[in-house]
């Protein structure tokens, strides 16, 4: 069974910081590129960040780019978004997502992504 857990969410003023991280078990991590997606409120999913297998290549939405980093320990079966100068329009579920496939014309599709976390919140104040 595959499980992808995220924590990390919560409620910080605008110029904060969160860290998100997503535990994955019952896949071959290393062997995954990892995503993190979000979907505010009366808005439709979108994506934010993604990490190749190996961690070198990394993608991010143009809004956050600057502002996020995504990363990933192998050995620990664990993605991290760290989160910096937040602002309210980040404020969404945001979501953790695997997929075994390497097509890159794909990597910004919630539709390559075969494993879902369950997402948590992340609320930023003005």
């Known amino acids: 069974q595959v499980l992808l857990v995220e924590s990390g969410g919560g409620l910080v003023q605008a110029g904060g910081s969160l860290r998100l991280s997503c535990a994955a078990s019952?896949?071959?991590?290393?062997?995954?590129?990892m995503a993190w997606f979000r979907q505010a409120a009366g808005k439709e999913r979108e994506f934010v960040a993604a990490?190749?297998?190996?961690?070198?290549?990394?993608y991010f939405e143009d809004s956050v780019k600057g502002r996020f980093t995504i990363s990933r320990d192998n050995a620990k079966n664990t993605v991290y978004l760290q989160m910096n100068s937040l602002i309210p329009e980040d404020t969404a579920v945001y979501y953790c997502a695997a997929t075994s496939t390497e097509i890159l014309s794909n990597i910004r599709n919630a539709a390559a992504y075969a494993h879902w976390g369950q997402g948590t919140q992340v609320t930023v104040s003005s």
């Open positions: 990490i190749r297998r190996n961690g070198g290549y990394t």
């Open positions: 019952g896949i071959t991590f290393r062997s995954y590129t």
